[in-house]
């Protein structure tokens, strides 16, 4: 089975759809609209609503709908220099 | 017999305009032990904040001098800071007690690593003000076991974060990390295979950002000493877009941090 997401990046607004499959990560997701939008190496994560997502959460794992937008955050990671 | 007052009182106690926020436990704010883990531009903020908010007994850890560049963020640092060899750490302590003659603020000159959950039980609060992933892995693991509440920090230009971890019932901040983040991770180790600095990108930042999520970091640790409940359980800030959110995050079943803690 397979499920159709939005995916929206926080950083620009840009948006972008992706077919997933129930055995798919969160970390895939990530991965995979990072290289698509071609991200600077860095650390991200994924928000469905107000939860932030697991990397290891599968797809079947995430009650997600078809066409529901999930976001692209960056996770900071500075702050000491 | 009628309590004795005099015109104007008040205003000779420091802290009174904080007094009148009800649920704000001065006395708890003053008698606490604060760990500062980065003396950086998030470490000179929050420590900034402690001291101005009534803290009494902060310490700050941090191995590094200042450079030039660290001025554009840094309230405690001045011009000569750079040139002088001192530390961060002392340099930071020095600076707060200036702006409170009566905090108690110890320098440590060190590593993160040194600390384990030993050190951490001194502590009712730690605040992480750090730069890196390897970092804060070691203090999120080493606070959760000590059971010791840890705020976490982080920024990149205009976007940052705040992660409230309340151990045993929040997750901590391992449970939001993924592969970007081990990434990033294996980057800082892959000159050498040691934790080294030689390959420290350097990261955007400046200072409106730093001090709000500094400003955030010691406001869940008033809340937290205080009773009352963290952040569930992270905040993203979008300065940018002016906004922040809070986030939930579940506990990884997975995490070694909460599978440890089962069995302990």
Sequence with gaps: MVVRVRVRNAETGATVDMELEMENTVEEIIEGVSAYWEKDPGAYVIRKGRRLLRGQQKVQELD?????????????????? | MAELIRPGERDED??????????????RVSSSNVLVVGAGALGNEAVKDLALFGFRHVDVLDMDTVVRSNLSRCVLFREGDQSSGKGKAPLVAERARGLCPDIDVKAIEGKVQSLGPDDMRR???????????????????????????????????????????????SPCLQCGMNRSHFKVLER???????????????????????????????????????????ITHVMHYDGLAGTSEVFALDIDPGCSNHLSAKLS
């Design chain 2, 188 to 230: 800082r180790f892959s000159c050498t295979g040691q934790d080294t600095v030689f390959y420290q990108p350097k990261m955007a930042a400046e200072i409106t950002t730093t001090s709000i999520i500094a400003a955030v970091q010691v406001r869940e640790a008033v809340k937290i000493l205080s009773g009352r409940s963290a």
């Design chain 2, 123 to 169: 502590y009712d609060v730690i605040l992480g003000c750090l730069d890196n992933v390897a970092a804060r892995l070691h203090l999120n693991a080493n606070s959760y076991h000590a059971r010791v509440p840890y705020v976490d920090g982080g920024t990149d230009g205009f976007r940052g974060r705040v992660q409230a971890v309340v151990p045993p019932f």
């Design chain 2, 14 to 27: 420091r802290h009174d305009r904080t007094r009148l926020i009800p649920w704000v436990d001065m006395d």
């Design chain 1, 64 to 81: 997600v709908q078809a066409n529901e937008e999930l976001e692209l955050i960056p996770d900071p990671e500075g702050g000491n220099r």
